[in-house]
């Protein structure tokens, strides 16, 4: 499983994605960050601001994210056009 993070919306959706895959509850998370819960909390509900500038600072640039298991194998190829894009991923 992979995402490709374009703004805070898939930003929220890839945080909410791999938590579930990893069978961890947000105060597991919270307890790892050593932080409060309602922080992860605002992490995926998009409200927390430097999380949004982060990802835009990319976007603006032209740039996505793109968040892989550690074990993957990624091949990216470069498009003519942004929705050509290929993001290859191999457990």
């Known amino acids: 499983m992979w995402f490709r993070i374009r703004n805070i ?3 929220e959706r890839a945080l909410i994605g791999v938590r579930a895959k990893c069978n961890l509850t947000q105060a597991d998370i919270a307890e790892k960050l050593h932080v409060d819960r309602t922080t992860v909390i605002r992490m995926e509900n998009g ?6 500038r982060f990802v835009n600072a990319f976007s603006v640039a032209g740039y996505d994210l793109i968040a892989v298991p550690r074990n993957a194998v990624v091949t990216v190829e470069t498009a003519e056009t942004p929705e050509q894009d290929v993001l290859a991923s191999q457990p």
């Open 9 to 11: 919306a898939g930003l």
């Open 47 to 52: 409200s927390n601001k430097n999380m949004a």
